[in-house]
C-alpha cells in the first residue's frame, strides 16, 4: 500500500478524519514530518484532556447543588473595585446543567480574544444572566465595597427565571431570596462565577473603550481605569474626568 503524503496526513489529522488503524500504523512512520504531526496532535490531545479535567473540577459546586436538589444555581462576579475611573460592573449567570465549556476560567486568565469568544456563548447558552452598573459617583457617595454589593444584588435580582442558589465571588450578600455560599478565589473554582467573571469583566472593557474615545489622553482602551504610571501621568497634566472616582487615592489628595 502506497504511503499517504504528509500533506495528506495533515489535513486528515486537521478535519478530525484520522482513523485509530491509521494513527497507529503512523507511529511506524519513519518520515520526521508525520512524527511531527503525531507529536502535535497528541500535545493538542493531551492539552484537551487537561482542561476537561479543569472543567470538571471547577464543577464540583454546581454539581454538589444538583444532588442537593437545587436547578438554578447562578454565579456572581465582578469587575472594577481597583480602578481609579470608570464604574464596577456585576454580573449574574445561571448556566444549564449539561453547559460546557473547557477553559473557563476566571476572566484575568483569559486573553481578550478568548473573553469576546466566551462572551458570546455564555450569553447565548445560559438560562438567564444580569448585569448591573455602578458608576464613578455612586462609587463616591457609598463607597467601593456597597457599590459593589449593590450591583451584585441588582444583578441577581435581573435574573429570570429567578435563581434557587447563589454562588458569590469572595463577597458576602445579606438578604437573597434563596440560599448562597461565598467562595474565596470563586472566580478559579465555579464554573458559575467563572462565566459571571467574563460577563462583567467584558462589559467593563467594552465601557472603558467608550470612555477612551471620548478622553483618549488618559488610555483607557489599555489601562481600564487603573492607576498606572500612564495613567496617573495623564491626571497631573490634564486633571481629572467626570469618570474619575474623587474618594479614591491619590484623586482625593488632589481635590
Known amino acids: 500500500m502506497e504511503k499517504q503524503s504528509i500533506k495528506e496526513i495533515r489535513n486528515l489529522f486537521d478535519t478530525g478524519e484520522i482513523s485509530e488503524e491509521l494513527f497507529l500504523a ?11 504531526l503525531l507529536n502535535r496532535f497528541e500535545n493538542k490531545k493531551r492539552k484537551e484532556r487537561e482542561l476537561e479535567e479543569a472543567f470538571l473540577k471547577m ?4 454539581n454538589k447543588c444538583y444532588k442537593e ?8 462576579d465582578e469587575a472594577g473595585r481597583g480602578p481609579l475611573a470608570g ?3 456585576a454580573a449574574a449567570v445561571i448556566l444549564p446543567q449539561e453547559f460546557k465549556l473547557p477553559g473557563l476560567n476566571d476572566s484575568k486568565q483569559l486573553n481578550e480574544s478568548q473573553r469576546n469568544s466566551f462572551y458570546s456563548i455564555i450569553t447565548e447558552k445560559a438560562i438567564s444572566y444580569g448585569i448591573s452598573i455602578i458608576n464613578s459617583k455612586q462609587i463616591d457617595a457609598i463607597n467601593i465595597f456597597e457599590a459593589t454589593k449593590t450591583a451584585m444584588n441588582e444583578a441577581i435580582n435581573k435574573l429570570q427565571p429567578n435563581a434557587d442558589y447563589v454562588l458569590i465571588d469572595a463577597v458576602e450578600l445579606k438578604g437573597l431570596s434563596c440560599p448562597s455560599e461565598s467562595l474565596i478565589k470563586g472566580d478559579t473554582k465555579s464554573i458559575s462565577i467563572a462565566a459571571a467573571s467574563v460577563l462583567a469583566k467584558v462589559t467593563r472593557d467594552r465601557i472603558m473603550k467608550d470612555l477612551h474615545k471620548e478622553y483618549p489622553v488618559y488610555k483607557f482602551a489599555t489601562n481600564m481605569g487603573y492607576g498606572t504610571k500612564e495613567h496617573l501621568a495623564s491626571i497631573d497634566e490634564f486633571g481629572i474626568t467626570p469618570y474619575h472616582r474623587k474618594s ?7 481635590i
Open 69 to 76: 436538589g437545587y436547578q438554578l444555581i447562578a454565579g456572581v
Open 87 to 89: 464604574p464596577v460592573v
Open 248 to 254: 479614591f487615592a491619590p484623586i482625593k489628595d488632589l
Open 26 to 36: 503512523l507511529k511506524n512512520d519513519e518520515r520526521k514530518g508525520v512524527q511531527q
Open 59 to 62: 464543577s464540583t459546586y454546581e
